[in-house]
């Protein structure tokens, strides 16, 4: 997922000499439809921590001592499966499943010297997310926002379009021969409150 800067700013100051800008859009994540985006996402912080994807899936875990193999597929498919909601609460950004895995990790070296979070860390790196969010609503977001919701969003004001998309607030989603603005998921909660900027 490009930031809008990259994608419509000058390349030259952003992208160093020899590398190559690849955009990626928002992945599907949710539902039935969303395990692709799922998966993409879980094998990129299996890239990111230089481990194969292999390594967290737990039916590939058959290495150890009998009584210990069911044990590590245990922890094995709780990590995997909260990577799998982390993936699902990023929108399919990137960027945002990074820090979700990233600010839980956190909470568990907090809480426990852990370097790998529980599922119990994941919802207080999600509320940190969705505070973020929060501060960067201004007034008349909400309302921008519920009326070009599941349309091309070619009716919001392009500044506005361009800020929410760049913080990730709202995605563009590919459906077949269109796109469609989708509200990121840790958005959707705050648009019913009246208190939003």
Not at 12 to 31: F, K, M, S
Not at 162 to 181: D, H, K, P, Q, T
Request: charged letters at 25%.
């Amino acid at each position: 997922v490009d930031p809008w800067f990259a994608a419509f700013g000058i390349h030259d100051e952003i992208i160093r000499p020899g590398a190559y800008l690849a955009p990626v859009p928002a992945c599907e994540v949710e539902g039935d439809t969303g395990e692709r985006g799922r998966r993409f996402l879980l094998d990129i912080l299996a890239q990111r921590l230089k481990l194969p994807s292999e390594s967290l899936d737990p039916s590939s875990i058959v290495g150890t001592i009998a009584n210990h193999v069911e044990r590590a597929r245990e922890i094995v498919s709780q990590r995997r499966a909260l990577i799998l909601d982390a993936a699902r609460w990023s929108g399919g950004l990137p960027r945002t499943f990074l820090q979700l895995i990233a600010d839980a990790a956190q909470y568990a070296q907090i809480r426990r010297g852990d370097e790998w979070p529980q599922m119990q860390d994941l919802p207080d790196a999600a509320a940190d997310q969705t505070d973020s969010f929060r501060r960067a609503l201004l007034p008349g977001d909400t309302e921008a926002i519920l009326q070009v919701r599941g349309t091309d969003g070619r009716e919001m004001a392009l500044d506005r379009k361009i800020r929410l998309l760049a913080r990730g607030i709202i995605l563009e989603r590919a459906l077949g021969s269109g796109w469609s603005i989708d509200v990121h998921p840790l958005v959707r909660p705050l648009l019913g409150r009246s208190n939003h900027a």
